[in-house]
């Protein structure tokens, strides 16, 4: 048979992206039921979206199968009615960093410094509802984080937030936070850790690694050097930008429920969600960005090294509310202090960080973390009991049909964590050893600290390992 030159390159072409010769199950798919890419990227959030925009942008084509009706995951923004208001009550800012300014710069999305507030107006024990006194020996943010850094600075291979762990690792590492904070005499540090690692839950109790992981040199450079920005109409417009310049390259309400990887590429059956459809990707590679837990992929030809890893994880629950009707009054940031618990007053699983204000009178923002075994429902009880509560014994004058939950949002599994023994035995390693096989490839917050701007610098040298 012969070809003309202009045949050829489409013949070419269509070989390099089919991965194996007609499976029987494109014979189930209308041809417009059967797309084809570069890429296939699960997950539309902080890591999928930037990974779509900048293969797009390298002239790679690209396909993002999301679950929500909306991208951004983690990040969210509540409109009030007049449209000129608004909360993020889940991502606030990214770092005001050349790689994350060039990206909000390519989206068309202009931003304003988020001057990041460390201050709590009020302490509230909220398992009792009483106001209690601030934690004794709390030190400024710029005291505090500079000791704090000088205390973990040794560890300069996890200065990028990947877990790049010396072998062996040290044993410090290991153990429990409480340990190092007595060596190091950083009691006076410990709110501030809190606010970047509440994720991590009894932050005591966690090993110094996920404590550096959530809050390490990263990110105590960017609180003390460069700062925080922040779109200037909510973080909702990157997303909504990065929706427009993807079009139809995304599918939302839409899951992966069956694939076929090999080395020279994969196949992945999905499905949307609302009206049953189903659609084949046939991609070159595969980038997976929600954490890989065994539950979030049932239909996966995984191999036993991977369900040997992906069975390992322990995860936080954690929920976010927006709260009105509350009679705190309005413009105040409410502290959650335990007096009984050590230095600090740290809250104990589950609690609310803080109810805090975000700029909109009348409006209050919570997140609540607690073990993988909490539901929506537990944590929507806790927030109302909590704030109840505080009306019952006089600390504020909570309306009787108070408090309104306005918003509510899970963002579980959050903080991907496994045993000590599992990272002394080189659980890290052999997690960024997958990278690559079976043309499938990882980021997101299981594989880097859970901030926008890291996660964005890690993913491009993910993207770089998959074409090279
Ligand atoms: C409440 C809250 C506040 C935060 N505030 C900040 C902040 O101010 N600054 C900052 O830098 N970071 C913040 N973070 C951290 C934030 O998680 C990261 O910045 C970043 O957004 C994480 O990106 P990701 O891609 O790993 O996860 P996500 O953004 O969660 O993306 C994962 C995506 O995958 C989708 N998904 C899940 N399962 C499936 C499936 N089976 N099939 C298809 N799609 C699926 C999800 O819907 C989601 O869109 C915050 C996190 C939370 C929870
Ligand atoms: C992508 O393709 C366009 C149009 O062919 C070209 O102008 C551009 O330089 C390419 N970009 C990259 C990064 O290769
Ligand atoms: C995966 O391969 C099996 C066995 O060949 C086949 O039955 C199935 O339809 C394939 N699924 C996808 C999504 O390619
Ligand atoms: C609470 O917020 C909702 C949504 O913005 C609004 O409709 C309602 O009037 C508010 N209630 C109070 C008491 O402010
Ligand atoms: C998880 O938290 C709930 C609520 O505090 C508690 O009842 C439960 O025992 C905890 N589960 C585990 C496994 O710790």
């Not at 009706?69 to 009550?89: P, R, S």
């Not at 929706?243 to 992966?256: C, E, P, R, W």
């Not at 035995?425 to 917050?445: E, I």
Request: negative net charge; glycine residues 8%; proline residues 5%.
């Amino acid at each position: 048979m012969l070809f003309k030159p202009w045949q050829l390159a489409a013949v070419i072409s269509s070989a390099a992206i089919a991965t194996s010769a007609s499976s029987p199950i494109e014979q189930d798919f209308a041809p417009e039921d059967i797309i084809s890419r570069d890429v296939c990227i699960l997950g539309g959030g902080g890591s999928g979206t930037y990974a779509a925009i900048r293969l797009k942008d390298s002239n790679h084509s690209v396909v993002v199968v999301e679950r929500n009706d909306y991208l951004g995951g983690h990040a969210e923004t509540f409109y009030l009615d007049d449209e000129k208001q608004f909360i993020n009550y889940g991502v606030e800012g990214v770092f005001n960093d050349d790689l994350s300014k060039e990206y909000l710069e390519r989206l068309g999305v202009s931003w304003d410094s988020l001057a990041l507030s460390t201050l709590i107006d009020k302490y509230v024990d909220f398992n009792t509802g009483k106001e209690v006194l601030p934690p004794s020996d709390l030190l400024t943010t710029v005291v505090g984080a500079a000791l704090y850094r000088l205390a973990i600075q040794k560890y300069t291979t996890l200065d990028q937030g990947v877990y790049n762990l010396p072998d062996p690792v040290p044993e410090e590492l290991l153990e429990p936070f409480s340990k190092f904070v007595e060596e190091h005499a950083l009691q006076g540090v410990l709110r501030l850790v809190l606010m970047f690692a509440q994720n991590v839950g009894n932050i005591l109790d966690a090993p110094l690694l996920y404590i550096i992981q959530n809050f390490g040199v990263p990110h105590i450079n960017a609180l003390l050097e460069g700062g925080y920005i922040t779109p200037k109409n909510g973080i909702a417009e990157l997303y909504d930008s990065a929706a427009k310049v993807l079009g139809n390259d995304v599918l939302f309400q839409t899951t992966a429920i069956e694939t076929n990887r090999s080395d020279s590429g994969v196949s992945i059956l999905v499905e949307n969600h609302a009206d049953g459809s189903r659609k084949l990707i046939k991609a070159k590679k595969l980038l997976i960005t929600f954490p890989p837990l065994l539950e979030s992929l049932k239909g996966f030809d995984l191999d036993t090294k991977e369900t040997g890893l992906f069975e390992k994880w322990n995860w936080m629950s954690y929920h976010v509310a927006i709260v009105n009707n509350t009679g705190i009054p309005s413009g105040i940031t409410v502290g959650n202090a335990d007096p009984n618990n050590g230095p600090a007053s740290l809250p104990h699983t589950p609690f609310q960080w803080e109810l805090e204000y975000l700029g909109v009178p009348g409006y209050l923002a919570s997140k609540i973390i607690a073990n993988s075994s909490v539901t929506g429902d537990d944590a929507k009880n806790l927030v109302i009991s909590d704030i109840k509560r505080m009306g019952a014994v006089g600390t504020f004058d909570v309306p009787a049909d108070g408090p309104n939950i306005v918003q509510f949002g899970s963002h579980s599994p959050e903080t991907l964590i496994v045993s000590t023994d599992n990272i002394r035995n080189g659980f890290y390693k052999n997690l960024y050893s997958l990278q690559g096989r079976h043309s499938t490839f990882y980021t997101g917050l299981t594989f880097c600290t859970d901030y926008s701007s890291v996660l964005w610098a890690y993913t491009n040298t993910v993207i770089e390992k998959m074409f090279s």
